[in-house]
């Protein structure tokens, strides 16, 4: 099934650059184009479309109202010639933003996340995930569970410890959203604070759990039947 898509700039040469990068996607099928913003915003609330095209600054309607003003908005790549609404952006959960004149190289970046995405999106329910999309630091970013070592709850942001950087990612989200997305199997919450990846922990002693690096993390009374099932494991 390709993803439906819809472009929508007041600038007719950005118009005809967007068809064209698009037209080199077999994934992808763009509907129609708009250079009114209005006439835009019609058309979206009366079809259905999966990846949208949208200048950021247009007269009438920006991008950003149009988006804002959509009940179901779909995948959101903005596009402008002003790098100071990208944070604007990301705030309607964005799924990328790209800086006029858009070369294709940099297009392309963009649409592979669509697509990839849109599949983790729209997979069947019985396969299994092998990463999760996180919203961190005004990016959409793949996270492969292999990576992941271990979850940290911080109120309302949690901090996703990875093997392969030193430097956790850092997202608004809860630990119960996060867990509800992660394979039971093979993750699991010892403290209110921290869900571990089951086969990254080396050992427990004394009702704390060791991970790589020496790292070493508190079971809760709470969690304390995770002792017991890790060691059947």
Known sequence: MKIRCVAIDDEPWALELISQYVGQFAELD???TFDDAIEGATYLARNSVDLLFVDINMPDLTGLELVARLTKPPMVIFTTAHKKFALEGFDLNALDYLLKPIDFERFSRAVRKAIDY????????KAEPTALYVRSEYRLIKVALDDILYVEGLSDYI????????????TLWTMKGILDQLPTHRFSRIHRSYIVANDKVLAIQNKKVELPEGT???ISQSYQEFIALWGSR
């Open 30 to 32: 763009l509907l129609t």
């Open 118 to 125: 849109y599949h983790y999106k729209n997979s069947a329910p």
């Open 159 to 170: 901090k996703i410890h990875l093997l392969s950087s030193p430097r956790p990612l850092l």
């Open 216 to 218: 070493l993390l508190p």
